[in-house]
Structures are given as C-alpha cells and as structure tokens.
C-alpha cells in the first residue's frame, strides 16, 4: 500500500493566530513546552477514561509522555502513550481553531503589549505555540479506536498542511516533532534545558515525564499531602501550574474530610476575576479526581456557580473509578462533597473578612459581580449575607460595609436597613427619595448594579432588621427620628393657599397629561422640588429597570409626580397661578420639573426640548432681572 498524502489550507483565524505567535516579542517561548506537555496529558487523562469504561481497551501500555532532543536533526519530540488521533480528528482538532475562547484570544493579543504566557493556556491555542520555536513541526498520531490508521500531520506554519496516512503500525499515542529554527537551537536544543523548563512549568503533570530516560517531574497529587509538610512555594507553584495566573492566589484552602463523605480539596482565591474579557464564562470548575485519578477537568458540580471564581481540585476515594461524567450531576456523594465544600470556602472568605480586611477587600473588588448571585442559595443564607459588602451614605466612598456594620449604627428603634439604588456617590447626593434619609442623618446602603436589587429582594431581612428601599420608606417609622434643623423653614401655607395649590398641583397634571399618573402634594420633601415614584408603589425604579431591560421596553415609564409645596419654585409658581391659571410659566416649569426629574431617575431618553425649554427660561428670567437692576 502506498502513502496517501492531501494538501489542505488552514483557515482564516489560524494564520492569524500563528502571526500573533510567531511575532510575539514579549512572550516567553520556552511556554511552548508546557503547552504540547498538557496536550499530552488530557491525551492520557482520556485514555485513562476509555479504560475505566471498557477495561478491554486497557493494552497495558505505560501511560507517560517523554521527550527528547535530537542534536543532527535539531528536533524536540514530545511523545505521548494516550488517546491519539484519527485523520476526522486531527483535521478538526489542529487544522481549525475549536475553542471559542480563540478568536477572543486573537482580538486581545493583537493589541495587547503584554506577555501572551497566561492567555495562551487559558484560550486553548496551545498547540500553534509551538511555531513559536520552529519552523516545522510534524505530528504522528494513532487512535485508540480499532483499525484507525496511523496519520502523519505537517506543517511550516505558514498557510498549509499535508496529511499522510501512514503505512506503519503504531501503538495509540502522538508524537510531536518539533525543528527548531535556527535561533533557537543555542536556547532549546538540549536536554537539560528542557529538563528545566519541565520542572519548572509542568511539575504537576500526574504522568511521568520522562527526559533522557529519567523522571523529570516528582511532585504529584499536592493535595493528599499532610499539610504541615507543604510549603507556600509550592502551593503557589501548583496554583500557577493550574491556572496559569501570573499572580499568587489570595488565599488557599487545603482540608480534607471523613464524613458524610471522604475527601481532599485544595482550593484557591485568585486575586483577579480570570475571566477578564468576561468572554469565556464556561471556564471554571473543580478538577475532580478518584483516587489521583482525574475524572473531570473542571467539574461544574463541586461548587455553586456564585463561587466559580473560586479554583482547585477535589479528590474523593469513595467514587468508582469507571464513572460517567453525564451521571455526576445527580450523584448523592457529589451532593454531598459540594454543601460542605460550600460550606468551607463560606467559612474562610468570612475568616479572611474577620482577619484580614485589606484582603478581603481585594476579594470584593475582584470577585463581587460574581458572588452575589448567591442569594439563591438559602441553605447559606446568613454566611452569604455576612459577606456582602455595600457602599453607603455613611462611607467615604473607598471602604465598603457590611450588614453588620451598619447595625451597629443604626439609631435606637430603628429596625430597618435602607437602600437605594443610584448611579453613582454624586447622584445619591442630588437624589431627592434621599432627601429625608439625609435629613436625618440614616444611613443608606448605595447599590449600583441591578443585581443588588435581586440580592435584597431574595434575602427580605438580616437579623431581624427588615432591608428596605429608601424609595418607599415608611414615612411613620422615619418620623420618630430627629431632623437636622432646617434654616429658611418655609412659612406654612394657610388653608387657602392649600387649597390652590391642590389646584395647581391639577393644573401641573392637565400640563403633563399622559405623561404622568398624578401629581400630589409630598409629605416628605425638603430641598427638592419634585419626585417620581411608581404609583402601585410595589417596584422600586430600578427594579422597573430592569424589567424594562428584560422586556425590552424603552418607554419612558408613567409616574407619580410629587411636589414639594414648601419649595421656592412651587411657591412663585402658585403665586403666579393664581394670577394667571394659564400663564406660560406655569407649563413651562412643569414640564421642566419633570424632565430633570426623569434625568435623575437615568430615564430621560432625548434631553433636546430640555436644553431648549432652560435656554428659554434663562433668557427670559435674565431679562426680568435687568429689568429689576435698572429699577435699583
Ligand atoms: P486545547 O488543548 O486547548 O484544546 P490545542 O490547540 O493545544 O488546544 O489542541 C487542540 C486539540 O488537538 C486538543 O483539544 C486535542 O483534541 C488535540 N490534541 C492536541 N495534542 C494532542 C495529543 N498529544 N494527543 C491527542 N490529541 C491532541
């Protein structure tokens, strides 16, 4: 039989990728190493797999990868006794780019200055990295599966390449060939060079790794060592073997367990949310092993996805070692091993919180977005709720506070927390659902982000303490506290001038028409002229926000109006209305009262007829105040 060999293009994102590589100044390439080194052990890790499923698979061929450096041909192979490849696979596999982190990979490291080192491992490209010390590189692969052929794969990394199907027998694995390029042969082609990148990239591969018939990676399985005998270092070591993250984690988490159920973990808090393109959500998860063997890279059921930022393994000796990944889900150990992992990293971010709060701080600001969405887990509701961390009234705007923190100053008889959804410290001052709270000198929790207000939703109370939107405060549970001494006290009105303004509050509604549901007299304004609320009350703004956002509605909502009757401006107005029910002014401070209203609730969609309506009133309250100068 003769060889078969077929030319084929790679596509598009490939050459792109293979540029970004090749012309990479920054990144270090002895990485490529690591990169064909962790190939080689998924190859295994899967091997393992089919043979745990079907023992009659098992060829009894030593699982192990080794490597070698060829001085005549100035190559380095990286060979691997695992799962392998059949030609459907390899062209799918490192002909086109599969993972969907890839093209994000692209886009990012096309204008990033910095080191590629960590994005490479994390988006999977790991294979292309190789072009980054040679200019051919020829893979040899057999599949396990019965009768597949051996393929033989090759490229320069330039716009093509030739698959071969081999004439030759060989035993399931691949083998990578590897021609250095001319430069780099004085910094890679030996074997104790490469010994050295081993030992410092890839200590923790779980097969040997053999170089120049010795064993060059010795520590395995970390996580079922005492923990006195294990040094930082090396849990550092193994958090950067596991993560690629650049950074030492901010806290590791090593125990084991007895009962309900046995086993190992160690656990880590990275410093930066990983995920930093907030492209590759699916990458997190717990590696579960069975007795050091690894079952699942990344298993989504040891840990809530609220705590996915959260990185390491878990190790169990009471799983058999053949089982299916797809019954995990529903496994009852499973269940187990995930509420008191749960559980466990629960404790120790409270512990950091209580011990370290620099730290935790850190934590906050990295991993905050994700952890909130934790208020569904009501088995933890009070660990949950004693880690979350607002920004308040009663802040400087940098430290963030606790539930806790802020009960310990609330005013006597308060049995409330108050929070407001605002866009920002500056628009909390200018908020006129505030204006009481400052008054009176009560703390409120600041929320930014939508999700706040699911969290407070969802959790109704801390302690005791009912949490309440500051929007719709209970204005008999505020009145017993003291307000700050208000200087120009407006003199109140007498019973007639009550009665217009209940008149021009009619007159503002027959202006605003639609626009609005009512237009009342408020009962807890000072400083501000106006403010909307949701007429059923029910839903504070931002959660109609959100609704909105969910319904895609961009209507601009209709609300109740309420004016503050002891204000300057409605005091003129009324004066002036009961001159002249129609006069202009009238509709025009109306109308503008309104739309700064809606500017501050973040609804006002086209700010054009406000612009013009305050050039107007500028215009003409300049010239009523010439007129007034002249008279002087
Ligand atoms: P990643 O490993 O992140 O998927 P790579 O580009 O490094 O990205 O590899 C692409 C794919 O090629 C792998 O997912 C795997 O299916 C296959 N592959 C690479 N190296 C090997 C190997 N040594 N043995 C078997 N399959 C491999």
Redesign the pocket.
Known sequence: MTEQTEKFEFKAEINQLLDILVHSLYTNREIFLR?LVS??S??LDKMRFEINRDPALDDEIESQISISYNEEAKTITVA?T????TKE?VMA??GTI??SGSAEFIKQAADTNESLDSLIGRF?????SAYMVSDKVVVR?KSFKKDAPAIQWTSDGKTNYELTILDEEMTHG?S?EIFLKEDMVKRFGSEDTLKGIVSKHSNFVSFPIMIGGERVNTVTALWREPKFQIKQEQYEEFYKFLTYDPKPPISTLHFSVDAPVQFNSLLFVPEKDLDIFGMDRDNWGIDLYVRRVLIEHQNKNMLPEYLSFIKGVVDTEDLPLNISRETLQDNLLIGKIRSTMTKQVLSQLEKIAKDDPETYAKFWKAHAKIFKAGHQDFLNKDKYANLLRFDSSKSDGETFVSFDDYIERVKDEQKEIYYAFVASREAANLNPHLEIFRNKDIEVLYLYEPIDEFVMESLREHKEFALVSAEYADLEKLDKFESAKKENEATPLSEEQAKDMDALAAKMKEVLGEQVAEVKISERLSDSPCRLISPNGAMTSSMEKIMKVMNKDSSVPTKTMEINADHPLLRSMLEIFKVNADDEFIELSSRQLLESALLLEGYLNDPHALVGRIQNLLTKAGGWYAELEKKD
């Open positions: 990169e190939n080689a998924d190859a691997d695992g799962i392998g490849m696979e596999n490192i599969a993972h999977g490209v790991g294979f292309y692969t691949t990578i």
